[in-house]
């Protein structure tokens, strides 16, 4: 789960991290608001949703599709420049590199004291899967995807490692902040930092914080100009807190009503719609019908808890979709019972007035019983023994590539 | 022979008063798995019912591992337990001459694993396999040994080890084999989290030295590197064949497909690279699962194990 950058630099400020003075908007007056509030001549304008890329991003105008303006964020020089970039980012419709083509409605600001940048950086905390310890990442190349620069200028990375039981060295932050170049206040600030967004890391239960740019301004300071924050879904138990700096609106509505049921549900741009048990086996059969001609509309692992009532809400949620014009559904039984899954596509497929060809395959614990369901219901539903053969009946009955 | 539990080995259920330990549990015990009892703190010296056993639930796991000399544990409990049970099976364990935990609990917090790993491997004879996994499983002649949730009666006694990080992909891979007439030595679920125990790496290295195991199917998914350090090792440690697929290939980037390490991330962790590096290592890849079985064939003729 993520949240904005507005949120997250509140989180900073409570660990001690420091950052510009900002005001979270939602309005063009809220935003001359935060402007005279502020005292600041210069202030940026930033259109908080949650992917990156917003610097370089478009805004478009919802309804018409028109341009409105170029850059999420954008620095304002007057109270005239705040009144004008704010209206062109608030309600509209925000294009970047990570939000594909169909953008997010930017319907928060955040309006922030400018500073005098020296140097900008890169920092970034997260798990690092094969050394099983939280990863400090740094580099002077700040501003720029980081993916850039480990391509292009690696040793311009820095990286250390804290202990899972004794967090970060001293002599690692103090080594990690000399290869920065740092010195003097620069550098004592900047461990200071390392050890407070540490502290934050752990306490808050995140899976990732990246700041960047990181930047030292002319009078020495270190500030976290941008913030991004990722929290750990499965700490969501500790963290009552969460539900309030969630943004439903950030997520895709169908997955969320998908999660609540048990299910776990990813949209695609298909027109073969997935009903299987099993995350691998979920994405095993995308695979499968991309391998013979087709194009999967959704990744759906049901469950190992799926009930009757879980699996007709996921046939709901998969027809839902209008691009769908078949369905395969691939279970393998362990727990779940191959003839409950029968039963239930019954009776989902009465209840939806299922229109589109249905393709079965069931393996595994009662899949005999499952199929003599299918085979005397008098729904036309076509059987399977395989995966492979799944996938190549479902693409036959669609017409193939289309 | 088989890979770290076989029917000698004395199984303890933590969680075992739970709804999920005690249907997991009675499952074990029919397929003869040697389930020596259980832990619930507070439920110390009751006994619970396991298709027709009673086994003893114990307190806590010292009490547990001394009293019946087990060496593998079965964690059922909920994930906000899931860590301290670990570690208090590991110090169990360690002071009793080491010890298996297989933790089939789903929706650890990371770093609670990245504690719970380290907590582990402070102990030499302690291993770990999962979270977030099917368990493990060494079918025998009558049933077998069984640590997890699988269905047992897919499975069969024979020659091929099985790794992979996938549930039900894991059933896959052992209908598969047993399509073309081979059964199986080990089957490990090592789960889909971004941390956890046992790796590829410490299977295939285990099944290389079991002299039981003739070829692995080694089942990968998208997220990490794990895959690609995995097909290094067998390029250069494996004298056995190896078959490899890997779920993902249709995954857009950025989305956490199901499991939380199945995401991939700043272009990295692509099936196509996992792919790839199978191929470089020798691996016979499968691109279709239903393929495994007769990919496995093809291994196995190739390094002279079969006829046809």
Sequence with gaps: MNIHEYQAKEMFREFGVRVQEGIHCKSVSDALAAYDSLGSEIVAVKSQIHAGGRGKGIL??????????????????????????????????????????????????????????????????????????????????????????????????????????????????????????????????????????????????????????????????????????????????????????????????????????????????????????????????????????????????????????????????????????????????????????????????????????????????????????????????????????????????????? | MAIWIDEESKILIQGITGKQGTFHGTRMVRYNTNVVGGVTPGKGGQEVDLDGRQVPVYNNMKEAVSETGADVSAIYVPARFAAAAIHEAAEAFDENGGGLIVCITEGIPTLDMIRAVDKVNEFEKVRLIGPNCPGIISPGLDGGCKVGIMPAFIHKKGRIGIVSKSGTLTYEAVAQTMSVDEGQTTCVGIGGDPVSGTGFIDCLSAFEEDPETVAVVMIGEIGGSAEEEAAEWVSENMSKPVIGFVAGSTAPPGKRMGHAGAIISGGKGTASEKFAAFEKAGIYVARDPSEIGQVLVGALIEAGLRES
């Design chain 1, 60 to 402: 478009y105008n919802p309804e018409s599709g028109e341009e409105v303006m170029k850059g999420g964020v954008k620095i304002a020089f007057s109270r005239e420049d705040v009144e004008e970039f704010s209206r062109n980012i608030c309600g509209n419709l925000l294009v970047t590199k990570q939000t594909g083509k169909e953008g997010k409605i930017v319907s928060n600001m955040y309006i922030e004291s400018g500073c005098d940048i020296d140097h900008e950086f890169y920092l970034a905390i997260l798990v690092d899967r094969d050394r099983k310890s939280v990863l400090v990442m740094a580099s002077t190349e700040g501003g720029m995807d980081i993916e850039e620069v480990a391509e292009n200028n690696p040793e311009a990375i820095h990286k250390i490692w804290a202990d899972p039981s004794l967090g970060l060295r001293d002599d690692d932050c103090a080594s990690l902040s000399n290869s920065l170049g740092l010195s003097g206040s620069s550098s004592t600030q900047m461990i200071e930092m390392l050890n407070s967004l540490y502290a934050m890391f752990i306490e808050k239960d995140c899976s990732m914080i990246e700041i960047n740019p990181l930047v030292r301004t002319k009078d020495g300071s270190m500030v976290a100009l941008d913030a991004k924050v990722g929290l750990d879904e499965n700490a969501n138990f500790r963290h009552p807190w969460r539900d309030e700096v969630r943004d439903l609106s950030e997520e895709e509505d169908v997955e969320i009503r998908a999660n609540d049921l048990g299910l776990s549900y990813v949209k695609l741009d298909g027109n073969i719609g997935c009903l299987v048990n099993g995350a691998g086996l979920a994405m095993a059969s995308m695979d499968v019908i991309k391998l013979y001609g087709g194009e999967p509309a959704n990744f759906l692992d049901i469950g190992g808890g799926a009930t009757r009532e879980s699996i007709t809400a996921a046939f709901q949620i998969i027809l839902e979709d209008e691009n769908v014009e078949g369905i395969l559904v691939n279970i393998f039984g362990g727990i779940i019972r191959c003839d409950m899954v029968a039963m239930s596509v019954i009776e989902a497929s009465k209840e939806l007035g299922l229109e589109v060809p249905l393709v079965v395959r069931f393996s595994g614990t009662n899949h005999e019983e499952g199929k003599a369901i299918l085979d005397s219901g008098e729904i036309s539903i076509h059987t399977v023994s395989s995966l492979s053969e799944g996938a190549r009946k479902i693409v036959d009955l669609i017409g193939g590539d289309s």
